[in-house]
């Protein structure tokens, strides 16, 4: 998906970067202070954070820490007032990677049946952009479909959104974050409105989907059980301003399983990550 | 009744009552002897609607020719000031308080400007129900422009959507109800506009003819008038409605769209 040509790389890091495989995302002393004057609320301390490629990130941390403005940096949607945010070794916004987004709020087009819901990045991002008129009623849609099928809506592609559950409709939504095959994906608690049933069945459907199609995921969450089951690295972060505590990584096996959750080592990791959240909220760290 | 549904009872209980109100005051004015001069009955008026209708034709093509241009061009202007005003935050500060003063002048105010500039006739007509019909326009579509939820612009921004490619598939397509909604109330402002006019500053149109029959002490006739007033805007009305079902249905009454 990435537009990178390997040969023309100009690397735009400074040279005091280390010598190693490059990350994919990059963040070197990125800050964020929100509005100015009397009303400067700085929501990010200088921040340095490496993402690889491929990897499965999950932030954590108590509320209004920063991890939505973290996602907001890495997809170019706020510009940081400090520091340098890199995405496929350039400043970030040079180069066009691939990005799906997908929120607690699902956002379908309540006049588009969920198959053009999610085909709507396709109408939008290069190369499908230019192939749409053409491809919409072939390719494009068997590509929905299947995409469909693979979340568990099969079937549903004819349907309107309210015609949907929320469960169904968060599904969608992933289908939507994905159809276009993105290099990155960025999660904001996109299962925090949802009962933990249907979480947890959407644990396993977006586990399959990062083993088959490795995208780079940064999964914002505040559920611990969801962090160090679908990552591979879990950061922790402290209260506002928000900077990064620790930054685990989580060992356990492919694929994971809902039992695996119960197990002691399981159980201790997450007891950790909660014993940090705790401190960060009560300042302690 | 039983054989027929849910929704066609409930219309045709609607049309009873409408027809019951007539019945109730073609009899209260029978019973209590109520002059033609004071207010005529249903029957008497629909004579004269039928009686006079060949000298009417012309003055209601007239006004239904008027009302339309000046709807036409009160959308057209409406819609482009509010598309402005609805992407734009310093159009949006700029334009709104000149729009709300503009609106509060009553429109029999600026008739007679409209006289002094083009004389008396269509043009004044037209321009008035223009002026009249802009204001909701402007407001509703300034609205539906502006209320798309910040999730959706952030993914599609994160997508790299131009502001035209957010404005063409999302803003635009939500905008639709409001402004049908607003096309709604337009087209009955604008006879309203157009009457106005006419009766102050014509010789032709149903606006005109009012004014002359109530000076002839024609009663029945000032009332056809009003019920061919009526019944042209009560069309266009539904006309409206019939296009925003096919446009914007997915707006309205969920399980009405599903079957339609
Ligand atoms: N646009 C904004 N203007 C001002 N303050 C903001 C804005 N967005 C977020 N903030 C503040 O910045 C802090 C971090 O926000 P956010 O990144 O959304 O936190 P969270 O970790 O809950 O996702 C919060 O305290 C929030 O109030
Ligand atoms: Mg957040």
Known sequence: ?285 | MEFLSERARQKLKSALLILSFFVLWEVACLVFKVSEIVLPRPTVILGALWQFFPGIRPHLIQTLYTTLVGFALGVGIGVVIGAVIGVSRVAYDTAYPLLVGFSSIPKVAVVPIFVLWFGAGTTPAILTSMVICIFPIVVNVATGLATTEPELEDVLKALGAKKLDILWNVSLPRAMPYFFASLKVAITLAFVGTVLSETVASNRGIGNLMMIASSNFNVPLVFAGLFLLAGLGVALYVIFSLIERRVAGWAMRKQDFAMG
């Open chain 1, 1 to 285: 998906m990435m537009a990178a040509k390997p040969d023309t790389f100009v690397p735009a890091l400074p040279p005091s970067a280390p010598e190693r495989a490059r990350p994919l995302i990059s963040l070197e002393g990125a800050g964020i202070t929100y509005g100015r004057g009397a009303n400067a609320v700085e929501a990010l301390t200088p921040t340095d954070l490496d993402i690889d490629k491929g990897d499965f990130v999950a932030l954590v941390g108590p509320s209004g820490c920063g991890k939505s403005t973290i996602l907001k940096l890495v997809a170019n949607l706020i510009r940081a007032s400090r520091g340098h945010v890199f995405v496929g070794g350039r400043e970030v916004g040079a180069e066009r990677v691939g990005i799906g987004m997908a929120f607690q709020n699902p956002t379908m087009l309540p006049w588009l049946r969920i198959r053009d819901n999610i085909m709507l990045p396709l109408k939008i991002v290069e190369p499908f952009r230019s192939e749409f008129r053409a491809k919409r009623k072939t390719e494009f849609r068997d590509r929905a479909e299947a995409l469909l099928e693979v979340v568990g809506l099969k079937g549903f592609g004819d349907k309107y959104p309210w015609q949907l559950s929320g469960g169904m409709l968060q599904r969608a939504n992933l289908c939507r974050a994905l159809i276009h095959d993105p290099a990155l994906l960025l999660l904001d608690e996109p299962f925090g409105a949802l009962d933990q049933f249907t979480r947890e069945e959407l644990w396993a459907i977006l586990q399959q989907l990062w083993m088959d199609r490795k995208p780079t995921v940064i999964l914002v969450t505040h559920d611990l059980r969801e962090a160090a089951y679908l990552a591979t690295r879990v950061c922790v972060m402290s209260a506002r301003p928000g900077r990064i505590v620790a930054d685990d990584a989580v060992p356990f096996a492919r694929p994971r399983t809902l039992d695996m959750t119960f197990e002691p080592e399981f159980v201790a990791l997450t007891q950790r990550l909660r014993g940090l959240i705790v401190d960060a909220r009560t300042g302690k760290v």
